[in-house]
Structure formats: C-alpha cells, structure tokens
C-alpha cells in the first residue's frame, strides 16, 4: 500500500499563494497517477486536479488558470501551487494516487493522506 502525505497548508490572505506538497512511499512513483481534492465540512470531496501520465494535467473550471500541478519524481513529490486564492477555496486538501475510473470519482482512487488545512481568510 503506497503512503502518501500531504503538507504546506496555512492561513493566508485572499489574493495570496500557497504551494502544498504531496509525498508518496515506494518505487515507481514515476507512473503514478496522482490527484489533489478538497473538502469542507458538509460537502462532497470534490476534485481539483490531477497528474497523469506523459506530463498531462486536469483541472477542475473553478481552479483552471489558478492552480498548477508539478511534480518531482526524485522526490516522489507531487506539488499543488495555488495563486490568486480565494475564501472559497478554503478547505482540506488531499492527495490520492489515482487507479481506474472517471478521475472526478474519489472511488477511482486509493493511498489518501490526512490532508492539509488551507484557509484563505483577511
């Protein structure tokens, strides 16, 4: 079972940015396919992007131009950097290792980590 760790979350100012961390156990996190969502009390997790294979990335409408995935596979990292935050973006954010299945699907994915608390609040 592949361990994954979320990390960087904080309390920062409407318009400001943040960049979480997402670290995975074990070999081959090259071809990994990874996931970030969040979730705030009484709602659905919901999805905001992923990182396939060859590069590719999804987004999800309300974080597209915003919010930009990169990982590092030395590191078996994987970053989510959030610019122009927003309140509505506050949440605890998770990262997942993706399996099969609609990528929008939190069934399609197993190895969550805790999750890291992101509060955009003046």
């Known amino acids: 079972q592949v361990q994954v760790s979320e990390s960087g979350g904080g309390l920062v100012q409407p318009g400001a940015s943040l960049r979480l961390s997402c670290e995975a156990s074990g070999p081959s996190f090259s071809t990994f396919r990874m996931a970030w969502f969040r979730q705030v009390p009484g709602k659905e997790r919901e999805f905001v992007g992923g990182?396939?294979?060859?590069?590719?990335?999804t987004y999800a409408d309300s974080v597209k131009g915003r919010f930009r995935i990169t990982r590092d596979n030395t590191q078996n990292t994987v970053y989510l950097y959030m610019n122009s935050l927003k309140p509505e973006d506050t949440a605890v954010y998770y990262c997942?290792?993706?399996?099969?299945?609609?990528?929008?699907?939190?069934?399609?994915?197993?190895?969550w980590g805790r999750g890291t608390q992101v509060t955009v609040s003046s």
């Open positions: 997942a290792r993706y399996l099969s299945g609609g990528y929008g699907d939190i069934g399609s994915y197993n190895s």
């Open positions: 990182s396939w294979t060859r590069g590719a990335t």
